[in-house]
């Protein structure tokens, strides 16, 4: 067993603000706190993944140089700030017409693979999202799950409760300070 623990991160609500479907980088901005709560987990020695349901792929709305270019730009903001990725993967899939895919959030296909390329614990590793699918992958996968209730997460609260998310927090910086306390 890998004594290598991650933080596997959701982008759109949680890291960056859901506008729908984002399909221009310059659209990206990170919340306010995001660098503060990463840069605290890097210290402490997390990967850092970000797992993304990213379906505008799927509806033409966005093709697959469009969604690199999205994620250089999360990545740079990220740098920026102190916080560099460790690794990023996307479900580019569109639900309603590819079927059941084994990668789209809540299924735990991203997470599985994150844990697998990177030789991580999934007992000592962490999910921040903000919805009850981030929860759930988080929990098929082995990993505890953390919500915030930025983006849709002051509506999956309650869903979320039903079924135990490790916490419900503000933010990702107070999801770095809850993980933290508990390793």
């Known amino acids: 067993m890998s004594a290598r623990w991650g933080v596997f991160l959701d982008r759109d609500g949680t890291l960056v603000p859901d506008s729908g479907y984002m399909t ?10 995001v660098g503060e709560g990463l840069r605290l987990l890097r210290r ?17 709305l966005l093709d697959a140089r469009g969604l690199a270019r999205m994620d250089r730009r999360l990545r740079a903001l990220l740098r920026e700030v102190g916080a560099p990725l460790d690794g990023t993967y996307y479900c580019p899939h569109y639900p309603e017409t590819d079927g059941g895919c084994d990668c789209r959030k809540p299924a735990p296909g991203l997470l599985l693979r994150g844990l697998r390329e990177h030789d991580l614990d999934p007992a000592r590793s962490f999910l921040i999202g903000d919805t009850v699918s981030d929860v759930e992958a988080a929990r098929r996968a082995g990993v505890t799950p953390v919500l915030v209730l930025t983006g849709r997460g002051l509506r999956s609260r309650d869903a979320a409760r039903r079924g135990p998310a490790g916490a419900v927090v503000r933010d990702v910086a107070a999801a770095a300070r809850w993980i933290l306390e508990r390793r």
């Open 44 to 60: 402490a020695g997390a990967r850092l993944l970000v797992v993304s349901n990213q379906s505008a792929v799927g509806r033409g």
């Open 24 to 33: 221009r980088p310059e659209d990206l901005r990170l919340y306010a706190r």
